[in-house]
């Protein structure tokens, strides 16, 4: 069975919560810092190969465990310009880790493929008696959509619960469904004005292949709408954070204040304004 009724599967705090946990794979990766909720504790410091080229091991995000959760994050797109480089290797490659699954971006299957023998031996040392989440943003949620799969057909973890947030294409048709299928519980948080759930486009015609390229999204898209004055922050995860917290700000609010440092600054995320606000006349009238 297949899951088509977002309203079915998505929780708004889990998307506020998992919001702040893919905000916190870009500190951990630029300061070496990392603030986990309380009751959390790193179990595993993913790393991955991002140049195959010039290959340099780079952090990729975390495991993280409770009592009776487990988080898997994944960072997006920062470092420049190798992730970009990587992020527009669009030719597709079988996708390596379940049979008949279709194709899948080779630039982000790479990366993935570098980290995944190690990560899914870190995770079968772990309780599956307990929920299992994996979530990232902007290119992170690619990496999580390709770990999911990989862990819902092979490991004890059967259900993962994924939360993505403008996460780009990943894959074929013929992966979306085997995605689909496999993986039940899966959200996919898109603001409409996030310019990279748009990539790669659907349909890439020849040169790239003689057949051409086709992309399509996996389930299930949950759309959010936030335009912001600046237009690379309408993919800002502290923006996404900010618009999710909305559907229930005492749990944000007490999430963030017993919780210092784990959520995003939002300060930010104010919205776009047609009207000119200068500090000095914008137009000088003639005399």
Do not use: W
């Not at 669009?90 to 008949?100: E, S």
């Not at 079968?124 to 999911?148: C, E, I, P």
């Amino acid at each position: 069975m297949v899951i088509s009724d977002k309203e079915d599967i998505f929780d708004c705090k889990d998307a506020i919560f998992h919001a702040a946990m893919s905000y916190q794979t870009y500190p951990f990766f630029l300061k070496g810092k990392l603030t986990l909720p309380k009751g959390y504790a790193l179990r595993y410091t993913i790393r991955a190969f991002v140049n195959v080229e010039n290959p340099r091991e780079e952090v990729f995000g975390f495991i993280a465990e409770s009592k009776d959760k487990i988080v898997i994050a994944f960072r997006g797109y920062i470092l420049y310009p190798a992730d970009l480089i990587a992020a527009y290797d669009i030719l597709q490659v079988p996708y390596p880790f379940v049979t008949n699954a279709g194709k899948t971006s080779r630039g982000f299957t790479c990366i993935y493929q570098s980290t995944r023998d190690q990560l899914i031996r870190q995770l079968d040392k772990l309780s599956t008696a307990k929920r299992l989440f994996v979530t990232g943003h902007n290119y992170g949620g690619a990496l999580s959509t390709l770990a999911a799969l990989d862990i819902a057909a092979n490991t004890g973890f059967k259900n993962p619960i994924v939360y993505t947030y403008g996460s780009p294409r990943v894959g074929d048709p013929e992966f979306a469904s085997r995605f689909n299928q496999t993986v039940k519980n899966s959200i996919r948080i898109v603001n409409i004005h996030d310019s990279f759930p748009t990539f790669p486009e659907r349909v890439y015609p020849p040169p790239f292949t003689e057949e051409g390229l086709l992309y399509e999204h996996v389930k299930t898209k949950y759309p959010i709408s936030f335009q912001l004055n600046n237009t690379p922050r309408n993919d800002s995860i502290g923006c996404y954070f900010k618009n999710l917290s909305q559907m229930n700000p005492d749990f944000a609010r007490a999430l963030c204040s017993e919780n210092p440092g784990f959520c995003p600054n939002t300060e930010m995320c104010f919205p776009f304004q047609e009207t000119c606000k200068c500090p000095t006349p914008c137009i000088k009238e003639r005399s």
